[in-house]
């Protein structure tokens, strides 16, 4: 009679356990990016932009107890009254700067760093990103997540006292990630020529998504639709204490 061989289960340490659970976890996690790219995918039709929003892991930006809602399609609070902005966001607005890749060299300004997930993205894009923040805890926070990662094309600078980075003016383009009451020119005179500016427009009644182009000494703009930031702070922006 055929007798089943029975094998004795090994009693797993904890070391194992600890690694298993590591590897559940980041299986976990890989699982829920491919799935928030493809939700991206419906409106962001950059297969580069989509790599790249693949490649950061944005559980990694997040605070640890929202880690689980990481990859939803959501805004999700970071401290300060300040936000990480929703994937999808992210991937249109990483779309709209039309940037050449990491081979092409160019740089790009970013206002607003907030937790560093939107400059990770960008990094996977450009030469160089310039990201700013007025928050100071963010900012180092941000610096350090984007360190860990492995990301070393990123400055993170403090805010001055104008708007953007007029000293490492010019950029190829500029994301904004604050609404603002209007275009701030200050922002368009640091665009290169051809240079693409990105950033939410109007107050916290409701605000327009739109893409500036800088062609030869003119400006041009179109609005990407209806969205809804934080405020932006500082000159040319709202006061230090907008109510929203």
Same mark, same amino acid.
């Given at each position: 009679? &055929?007798?089943?061989?029975? &094998? ?8 194992? #356990? ?5 590897? *559940? ?12 790219? +493809? ?25 640890? =107890?929202?880690?689980? &809602?990481?990859?939803? *399609? ?6 300060? =009254? ?8 992210? @991937? ?10 990491? *081979? @092409?060299? $160019? !740089?790009?300004?970013?206002?607003g760093a907030g937790s560093g997930y939107q400059a990770a993205v960008l990094a996977h894009l450009a030469g160089v ?9 963010? !900012?180092?926070?941000?610096?350090? +997540? ?25 950029? *190829? ?12 020119? @200050? ?5 290169? $020529? !051809? ?26 703009? #179109?609005?990407? @639709?209806?969205?809804? &930031? ?8 709202f006061p230090e204490h907008a109510a929203w």
């Amino acid at each position: 009679m &055929f007798r089943r061989p029975t &094998f004795r289960r090994r009693k797993r340490k904890r070391s194992d #356990r600890r690694n298993g659970a590591a590897g *559940d976890a980041a299986r976990t996690h890989t699982e829920a990016r491919e799935e928030m790219v +493809r939700f991206v995918s419906r409106e962001v039709r950059d297969s580069r932009v989509l790599d790249a929003m693949r490649t950061v892991p944005r559980h990694e930006f997040v605070p640890p =107890d929202l880690r689980g &809602f990481a990859y939803e *399609d959501s805004a999700l609070p970071i401290g300060h =009254d300040q936000t990480i902005s929703q994937p999808l966001i992210v @991937g249109l607005m990483t779309e709209a700067a039309a940037l050449a890749g990491p *081979d @092409g060299g $160019e !740089r790009v300004l970013e206002l607003g760093a907030g937790s560093g997930y939107q400059a990770a993205v960008l990094a996977h894009l450009a030469g160089v990103v310039v990201t700013v923040e007025r928050i100071e805890e963010l !900012r180092i926070a941000a610096a350090q +997540r984007l360190a860990q990662i492995g990301l070393h094309n990123v400055r993170c600078l403090a805010a001055g006292e104008r708007l953007g980075a007029p000293d490492e003016a010019p950029f *190829d383009a500029i994301l904004v990630t604050a609404a603002a009451p209007s275009i701030p020119p @200050g922002l368009v005179a640091q665009l290169a $020529e !051809r240079g693409r500016l990105v950033i939410p427009v109007g107050d916290r009644l409701g605000q327009e998504l739109l893409v500036v182009t800088k062609r030869g000494g003119r400006v041009r703009q #179109r609005s990407l @639709g209806g969205c809804r &930031f934080v405020p932006l702070i500082g000159d040319e922006a709202f006061p230090e204490h907008a109510a929203w």
